[in-house]
């Protein structure tokens, strides 16, 4: 296993301080105190002011957001003025913003976005107000007409592809937010870094000697089909005579655009109408931004289910309801859901799901990120899995990436493979995701089985010590949950239960004291190397606590990603902080 990237004393740490500690890539930012969450959440300045870093779809990074204004300046008043800006890129921008994104066909979809999600519009919304543009290496830009179709990118040296700047009115600031978030098509901070040192027209600092560019296509080409084939060996199941293909994993910058662009693959399996709209099923309540990716940005009209039965029951009426016919459109065009979920880490009832998809024509996509391969083997029971690898598959929490796996038994191989690897598609993920990002997931990467096995038993010692506490009132983890036959099902040999753990307390004041008493870091993301703790709702649903709760997802919910720490050094602090809790 590699040197692990366990933090010795948390407690040390600075409110807003990078995780990990010092890196300029880190996706976590710490939060120590429950107070401090709810400033986050609440757009407190006094938190605003101290951050340093933050998970990086929840918070640009800075240095690509410096690198935007650059842009920006230049954009509107010219080489010139924008050659003679600080370090800072203060300058006039004429009232506009901007931000980075990976490639046209995204920037494109965010000038359409916008305006339409403006609650401030009283006229139809005008997407004119939304400039794309083309910026190279050597400075130049251009702009990308509304109605132009996508062309396909030049080829550039590696480093040196073109960035799409996005710019808008200050009025649509937080629209512009909203769809960074949701849908991860912005820049890493890796690229933007490589930028505003390397560019020769950004003038920053003294150019640095660079690595050859076909040395470091070489490394980064042998980098991807070492993360591929990684991937694919984890995926596949000889048991089951399932055997995945490194050409069966697509990669991208980002969990959230691995989800993206497979629900934007499948509505090219059919045509839309107005009678017959994309429809898509959520089954449990997943991750923040699934629903919102999909309903916000790729415009499915989605319907929400629970982790029961009954839910399941309530599906099979509706699907019953509608003409099962290879000629008549299918109710739904697809179902997501996670296995376990998060945050209350419960397992849907996969082999039910999976019946229902083949008998109904619909796909069944599976977000495996929290249970991973290395602890469960589900792709035989589904026709895609999406993995966020920024968590647990890179465990560094210093980079971002995603991954699609495609089953090969699946009805829909064919054509979902032919979009989402075909020629078009598979150049823009390649130049999208950054060449300093791709090594250092592979790099990450290479220990990752021993780091779950490891990080999941000691999940199981907390686990054991929150259960037999008596301020607790209920702990969320597969091993002895309302679920875990289900989960054990599609348990590897020698596969554990995972790393994350969710505990509600029997009173409110008692889960902000166990939380300010946790001396481990805390934040967002999970699957860390170093314990991660965070107040899960009011990071990701302050503005919508009374929705969460219908689903069991409580405002005083603790999260804890558990890490690689020695096992007394995690008794000792969890221990501590349940005896803050009982005063």
Same mark, same amino acid.
């Given at each position: 296993?590699?040197?692990?990237?366990?933090?010795?004393?948390?407690?040390?740490?600075?409110?807003?301080?990078?995780? =990990?500690?010092?890196?300029?890539?880190?996706?976590?930012? /710490?939060?120590?105190?429950?107070?401090?969450?709810?400033?986050?959440?609440?757009?407190?300045?006094?938190?605003?002011?101290?951050?340093?870093?933050?998970?990086?779809?929840?918070?640009?990074?800075?240095?690509?957001?410096?690198?935007?204004?650059?842009?920006?300046?230049?954009?509107?008043?010219?080489?010139?003025?924008?050659?003679?800006?600080?370090?800072?890129?203060?300058?006039?921008?004429?009232?506009?913003?901007?931000?980075?994104?990976?490639?046209?066909?995204?920037?494109?979809?965010?000038?359409?976005?916008?305006?339409?999600?403006?609650?401030?519009?009283?006229?139809?919304?005008?997407?004119?107000?939304?400039?794309?543009?083309?910026?190279?290496?050597?400075?130049?830009?251009?702009?990308?007409?509304?109605?132009?179709?996508?062309?396909?990118?030049?080829?550039?040296?590696?480093?040196?592809?073109?960035?799409?700047?996005?710019?808008? =009115?200050?009025?649509?600031?937080?629209?512009?937010?909203?769809?960074?978030? /949701?849908?991860?098509?912005?820049?890493?901070?890796?690229?933007?870094?490589?930028?505003?040192?390397?560019?020769?027209?950004?003038?920053?600092?003294?150019?640095?000697?660079?690595?050859?560019?076909?040395?470091?296509?070489?490394?980064?080409?042998?980098?991807?089909?070492?993360?591929?084939?990684?991937?694919?060996?984890?995926?596949?199941?000889?048991?089951?005579?399932? /055997?995945?293909?490194?050409?069966?994993?697509?990669?991208? =910058?980002?969990?959230?655009?691995?989800?993206?662009?497979?629900?934007?693959?499948?509505?090219?399996?059919?045509?839309?109408?107005?009678?017959?709209?994309?429809?898509?099923?959520?089954?449990?309540?997943?991750?923040?931004?699934?629903?919102?990716? $999909?309903?916000?940005?790729?415009?499915?009209?989605?319907?929400?289910?629970?982790?029961?039965?009954?839910?399941?029951?309530?599906?099979?009426?509706?699907?019953?309801?509608?003409?099962?016919? =290879?000629?008549?459109?299918?109710?739904?065009?697809?179902?997501?859901?996670?296995?376990?979920?998060?945050?209350?880490?419960?397992?849907?009832?996969?082999?039910?799901?999976?019946?229902?998809?083949?008998?109904?024509?619909?796909?069944?996509?599976?977000?495996?990120?929290?249970?991973?391969?290395?602890?469960?083997?589900?792709?035989?029971?589904?026709?895609?899995?999406?993995?966020?690898?920024?968590?647990?598959?890179?465990?560094?929490?210093?980079?971002?990436?995603?991954?699609?796996?495609?089953?090969?038994?699946?009805?829909?191989?064919?054509?979902?493979?032919?979009? $989402?690897?075909?020629?078009?598609?598979?150049?823009?993920?390649?130049?999208?995701?950054?060449?300093?990002?791709?090594?250092?997931?592979?790099?990450?990467?290479?220990?990752?089985?021993?780091?779950?096995?490891?990080?999941?038993?000691?999940?199981?010692?907390?686990?054991?010590?929150?259960?037999?506490?008596?301020?607790?009132?209920?702990?969320?983890?597969?091993?002895?949950?309302?679920?875990?036959?289900?989960?054990?099902?599609?348990?590897?040999?020698?596969?554990?239960?995972?790393?994350?753990?969710?505990?509600?307390?029997?009173?409110?004041?008692?889960?902000?004291?166990?939380?300010?008493?946790?001396?481990?870091?805390?934040?967002?993301?999970?699957?860390?190397?170093?314990?991660?703790?965070?107040?899960?709702?009011? $990071?990701? /649903?302050?503005?919508?606590?009374?929705?969460?709760?219908?689903?069991?997802?409580?405002?005083?919910?603790?999260?804890?990603?558990?890490? $690689?720490?020695?096992?007394?050094?995690?008794?000792?602090?969890?221990?501590?902080?349940?005896?803050?809790?009982?005063?």
């Amino acid at each position: 296993m590699r040197a692990v990237n366990t933090i010795a004393e948390p407690e040390h740490l600075l409110l807003g301080s990078s995780l =990990p500690p010092g890196d300029a890539h880190g996706v976590s930012v /710490h939060l120590p105190k429950w107070a401090d969450t709810v400033g986050w959440a609440s757009r407190e300045p006094r938190v605003l002011d101290a951050m340093k870093a933050g998970y990086p779809r929840f918070f640009v990074p800075r240095v690509a957001d410096q690198l935007a204004m650059r842009l920006l300046v230049r954009q509107q008043s010219g080489a010139a003025a924008a050659d003679g800006l600080g370090l800072d890129g203060v300058g006039d921008a004429g009232g506009k913003l901007a931000m980075l994104l990976d490639s046209v066909r995204h920037a494109q979809a965010c000038r359409r976005a916008l305006p339409e999600w403006n609650p401030r519009q009283t006229q139809p919304a005008d997407s004119t107000c939304v400039g794309v543009y083309i910026v190279t290496w050597d400075g130049e830009i251009t702009a990308v007409e509304e109605d132009i179709p996508v062309q396909p990118e030049p080829t550039r040296d590696i480093g040196q592809e073109d960035i799409i700047l996005v710019t808008y =009115p200050a009025e649509l600031a937080l629209e512009a937010k909203a769809f960074w978030q /949701h849908t991860g098509f912005g820049i890493s901070s890796r690229r933007a870094t490589h930028w505003l040192e390397n560019a020769p027209f950004l003038k920053l600092a003294a150019p640095k000697p660079l690595p050859s560019s076909i040395e470091t296509s070489h490394t980064v080409d042998q980098a991807r089909a070492a993360l591929k084939q990684r991937i694919a060996i984890g995926q596949s199941s000889p048991a089951t005579n399932l /055997h995945v293909t490194p050409s069966d994993v697509l990669l991208f =910058p980002t969990g959230m655009t691995a989800i993206a662009e497979t629900a934007d693959a499948i509505k090219s399996l059919r045509r839309a109408t107005p009678d017959s709209p994309y429809r898509v099923a959520v089954f449990g309540f997943l991750y923040v931004d699934t629903y919102k990716l $999909l309903h916000r940005v790729l415009g499915y009209t989605p319907t929400l289910y629970k982790y029961t039965p009954a839910s399941i029951d309530a599906l099979e009426a509706s699907l019953l309801s509608t003409p099962n016919s =290879p000629n008549e459109p299918p109710m739904i065009d697809a179902l997501f859901t996670e296995f376990p979920g998060n945050p209350l880490l419960q397992s849907p009832d996969l082999a039910r799901l999976h019946a229902l998809s083949r008998k109904y024509n619909f796909l069944l996509v599976v977000d495996d990120t929290v249970g991973t391969y290395a602890s469960l083997s589900l792709l035989g029971e589904c026709d895609v899995i999406c993995t966020s690898l920024t968590k647990m598959f890179s465990g560094e929490c210093n980079v971002m990436g995603g991954a699609v796996t495609l089953n090969p038994l699946s009805p829909y191989h064919g054509k979902l493979k032919g979009v $989402l690897g075909g020629t078009p598609k598979k150049e823009e993920a390649e130049r999208a995701w950054f060449w300093g990002d791709v090594l250092a997931m592979e790099r990450n990467s290479r220990d990752f089985r021993g780091r779950v096995d490891r990080a999941s038993g000691n999940a199981e010692v907390v686990v054991g010590m929150l259960r037999g506490s008596g301020v607790v009132r209920e702990v969320y983890y597969p091993l002895g949950g309302p679920t875990q036959e289900g989960y054990d099902k599609y348990r590897v040999e020698g596969g554990r239960y995972g790393f994350l753990v969710s505990v509600r307390f029997r009173e409110p004041a008692r889960a902000v004291a166990f939380y300010d008493g946790l001396d481990v870091a805390k934040g967002p993301s999970l699957g860390t190397d170093f314990t991660l703790c965070c107040a899960y709702t009011l $990071l990701a /649903h302050y503005k919508e606590l009374e929705w969460a709760a219908e689903y069991g997802v409580v405002e005083d919910l603790v999260r804890i990603s558990v890490g $690689l720490e020695e096992r007394g050094w995690l008794e000792e602090r969890v221990a501590r902080a349940l005896r803050a809790a009982e005063v």
